[in-house]
């Protein structure tokens, strides 16, 4: 493994986290092999030999060498090539607010919103309640910018863009509407939509949905 | 920026004690505001509305927050003692240490402590195995970062620590069938600008014993 020169990423294609890493590549305009993993079945030798840990996907494998975790992959690939389109701020404190609101974006967004469309009754509420917070705090952090980095599209937009195309499950599921709550939101995925890296990454949010009753009834959660 | 640091923090917490370890490391001198958990002040909640939680740094009144953000910022401003490595590569490895860190051992040693029953087997046996892995990491080496410490160690401080008293506290021994964590943990202990911000095993017990059915209860630190 370690003298296979190039980039490859194992991912799955409705993971929001590999997209991050798919966003990512792009911008820089870094050529890679996609490798998809079929998680509904065996993980593939290749997976469990790069992510022994966690065994899960994206993994970013550069020159045989693996890097794990979407985050962590989108900071490496921005440290790796840093003259083209440059994702975190140059400045230390403006750096370490985008890492703070990635990291807000990381623990509050997927997990409230799988329990928004895996739960029911008064946990589904309680989930409900939860994300419209978090969405109106997102929403108040991005204010009448054009990006969550400022002029320019950065490393929260990344982390939060590719979570935005499960707004549609998530709304569906609890009977809620992301634009009701968060205005400035929507309109800043359709920006971020503009932008080649990002619209041929996402999933369409009807195939997510598709994905997510496909998950439902396999845990026979209904 | 100037050179006005204050650290709003909390000498029981270790996410206190991963900033202060910083900026020792770094040689840098910061006014240490002690705040009541219980019953925060005004400024806390002015710095960090969001979280409302320490620990909080001012940097010239820039409020930085977040244990890991705020670490790797004092890392990236200030000379001396690199906290984490150059290379990209080595970087993200460091990093995702740090997380395995704070997302897998230690909601799972903490659940090990505060539950009982067939609940608190499944935790202890995931912690078993995620502690296993980190000692794996330590590859016989001094420190995670090396011949000195880096942002591996200083995230693992609660394993040189923290976690101890609690298992004590509780009845429950862990760390203890792990002696190369239980070697670098003293290891770490004896690290100069770890041993002159290392909150006294007393602070802590005084802190979990007392609260202990609450904290059972609650599954989650009781601070009053």
Known sequence: MASEKGIKLLDFWVSPFGQRARIALAEKGVEYEHKEENLLAEKSELLLKSNPVHKKIPV???????????????????????????????????????????DFVDKKVFECGGRLWKLKGEEQEAAKKEMIE?????????????????????????????????????????????????????????????????????????KVYEYVRFLKKRFRIE | MGETLKLFGWKVSPYSHRVEVALRLKGVKYEFIHEDLAN????????????????????????????????????????????LPKDPYERAEARFWARFIDEKVRPQVWMSCWTDGEIQKSFIAQAKESLATLQGRLEGKKFFGGDSIGLIDIMACSLALWYGVMEEVVGLNLLNDYPELCRWGEDYRNVEAVRECLPERELIVDFFAPRKDRIFAKKAPVYD
């Open chain 1, 60 to 102: 970013l494998i550069h020159d045989g060498k693996p890097v794990c975790e979407s985050l962590i992959i989108v900071q490496y690939i921005d440290e790796v090539w840093p003259d083209k389109a440059p994702l975190l701020p140059s400045d230390p404190y403006q750096r370490a607010q985008a890492r703070f609101w990635a």
């Open chain 2, 40 to 83: 925060k002040s005004d400024m806390l909640i002015r710095y960090n509305p969001i979280l409302k939680k320490i620990p909080v740094l001012l940097h010239d009144d820039t409020p930085i927050v977040e244990s890991q953000v705020i670490v790797e910022y004092i890392d990236e401003v200030f000379d001396g003692h690199p906290i």
């Open chain 1, 134 to 206: 978090i969405l109106q705090i997102l929403e108040a952090q991005l204010g009448d910018k054009k990006y969550f980095g400022g002029d320019t599209f950065g490393f929260v937009d990344v982390a939060f863009v590719p979570l935005t195309s499960w707004f549609y499950s998530c709304e569906t599921c609890a009977n809620f509407s992301v634009e009701a709550v968060a205005p400035k939101i929507v309109l800043w995925v359709q920006r971020c939509m503009e932008r080649e890296s990002v619209a041929k990454t996402l999933s369409d949010p009807k």
